[in-house]
T-cell receptor, first 113, second 115 residues
Framework: AQSVTQLDSQVPVFEEAPVELRCNYSSSVSVYLFWYVQYPNQGLQLLLKYLSGSTLVESINGFEAEFNKSQTSFHLRKPSVHISDTAEYFCAVSEAAGNKLTFGGGTRVLVKP | KAGVTQTPRYLIKTRGQQVTLSCSPISGHRSVSWYQQTPGQGLQFLFEYFSETQRNKGNFPGRFSGRQFSNSRPEMNVSTLELGDSALYLC??????????????FGPGTRLTVL
């Protein structure tokens, strides 16, 4: 069985400061890794994903995540946040051959001016 | 390409009733998954349909069911509603090519309140 742990339930951060959201997973098989973002009263939007290849993946809005197989982690980072980054962020895994996503508990990011 | 849509967006029901939620996947996507999101349990996988077949199932009671036919929109049904069924129900669609399943794209959800 797979599981995902997001170590921080809330992260307050000042505008233009860096942020890191931590995600660790456990699985007995190869996995795909995802970060989704959820804005208030909306569904989930895909931020970035790791399927294979380069362990560093980037999104179009400045986020990046690095897959570390030895530490079973997929931490999300952004060097400089904006007010509009205020949202809840979910880390998720799926088995390489399946389609069931297992989510972490989410991390609420509150960007303060 | 239009995104995933869900109807209705909001729904209020009373205990014991049943409810049907509908999803319109992205054109060409044959895999549709359903998730329940609650403050206490977070995001939990309900089931996945590939074309008309249920391919994966989460740990939910039989009151939760789905159906997906080629000539109609995918639906999920919850019978004999309980207060604890109050949640945001999310539908996600993905493209499948052979044994490879692509990324899931989520709809905005249906907010169900059970009174």
């Amino acid at each position: 069985a797979q599981s995902v742990t997001q170590l921080d339930s809330q992260v307050p951060v000042f505008e233009e400061a860096p942020v890191e959201l931590r995600c660790n997973y456990s699985s007995s098989v190869s996995v795909y890794l995802f970060w989704y973002v959820q804005y208030p009263n909306q569904g989930l939007q895909l931020l970035l994903k790791y399927l294979s290849g380069s362990t560093l993946v980037e999104s179009i809005n400045g986020f990046e995540a690095e897959f570390n197989k030895s530490q079973t982690s997929f931490h999300l980072r952004k060097p400089s946040v904006h007010i509009s980054d205020t949202a809840e962020y979910f880390c998720a895994v799926s088995e390489a051959a399946g389609n069931k996503l297992t989510f972490g508990g989410g991390t609420r990011v509150l960007v303060k001016p | 390409k239009a995104g995933v849509t869900q109807t209705p967006r909001y729904l209020i029901k009373t205990r014991g009733q049943q409810v049907t939620l509908s999803c319109s996947p992205i054109s060409g996507h044959r895999s549709v998954s359903w998730y329940q999101q609650t403050p206490g349990q977070g995001l939990q996988f309900l089931f996945e349909y590939f074309s008309e077949t249920q391919r994966n199932k989460g740990n939910f009671p039989g009151r939760f069911s789905g159906r997906q036919f080629s000539n109609s929109r995918p639906e999920m049904n919850v019978s004999t509603l309980e207060l604890g069924d109050s949640a945001l129900y999310l539908c996600a669609s993905s493209f499948v090519a052979g044994a490879v399943t692509d990324t899931q794209y989520f709809g905005p959800g249906t907010r169900l309140t059970v009174l």
